[in-house]
């Protein structure tokens, strides 16, 4: 079983920055590709970042440039630093691990989620 659990969300201004990390179980970065997602009130969840276990990283439009995915093997934990954020950027974040790289990929162990606030 992966476990994952998110800090690091908070209220901002735009413009701001925030850093959001997802620590995980022992053995998660071994096997698993990660990935951010975000999901508003009333909107469909939708994958923000995605990175794999050879570090090759992939964003959705609306973040790129802005948003940066990393990860730390040696301390098991995700990152994803956003930048210059915007009040769209709203929403509760989550971390995810599955077996397959992708932002349309299936993924299969979720964390509890973040809450990041932009306001204007």
């Known amino acids: 079983q992966v476990q994952l659990s998110e800090s690091g969300g908070g209220s901002v201004q735009a413009g701001g920055s925030l850093r959001l990390s997802c620590a995980s179980s022992?053995?998660?970065?071994?096997?698993?590709?990660m990935a951010w997602f975000r999901q508003a009130p009333g909107k469909e969840r939708e994958a923000v970042a995605a990175i794999d276990k050879n570090g090759s990283t992939g964003y959705t439009n609306s973040v790129k440039g802005r948003f940066a995915i990393s990860q730390d093997n040696a301390k098991n934990t995700l990152y994803l630093q956003m930048n210059n954020l915007i009040p769209e950027d709203t929403a509760m974040y989550y971390c995810?691990?599955?077996?397959?790289?992708?932002?349309?990929?299936?993924?299969?162990?979720w964390g509890q989620g973040t809450q990041v606030t932009v306001s204007s």
């Open positions: 022992a053995t998660t970065y071994m096997p698993w590709c």
């Open positions: 995810a691990a599955g077996p397959y790289y992708g932002l349309r990929s299936e993924y299969n162990y």
